[in-house]
């Protein structure tokens, strides 16, 4: 049974930071590309960041940069998302995305409510 589950969320002031986790179980974890999304209310879902199954490659988006952090640990089967800086239009419902390139986004977990207060 394959299963992603985020935690970490939270309520959290301007300026502070947050890790996610995502932990992964029923497949093969270090084979699969981590992917971080958020939705906000009323808004599509967006890509965060992303680190690879080789060499751990990470990419963001530019509202990500220089803020967030990717990192995974194979052993642990977990994703992580180090938020710094957190700005109240970060506020969202946090997804982590497996996928195995070139197929698409393979599995998703529940999500993890963040809310960053001004």
């Known amino acids: 049974q394959v299963q992603l589950v985020e935690s970490g969320g939270g309520l959290v002031q301007a300026g502070g930071s947050l890790r996610l986790s995502c932990v992964a179980s029923?497949?093969?974890?270090?084979?699969?590309?981590m992917n971080w999304f958020r939705q906000a209310p009323g808004k599509e879902r967006e890509f965060v960041a992303r680190?690879?199954?080789?060499?751990?490659?990470?990419y963001y988006a530019d509202s990500a940069k220089g803020r967030f952090t990717i990192s995974r640990d194979d052993a642990k089967n977990t994703v992580y998302l180090q938020m710094n800086s957190l700005k109240p239009e970060d506020t969202a419902v946090y997804y982590c995305?497996?996928?195995?390139?070139?197929?698409?986004?393979?599995?998703w977990g529940q999500g993890t409510q963040v809310t960053v207060s001004s």
């Open positions: 995305a497996a996928r195995r390139p070139p197929e698409g986004y393979a599995y």
């Open positions: 029923g497949f093969t974890f270090d084979r699969y590309v």
């Open positions: 680190i690879g199954w080789i060499g751990g490659s990470t």
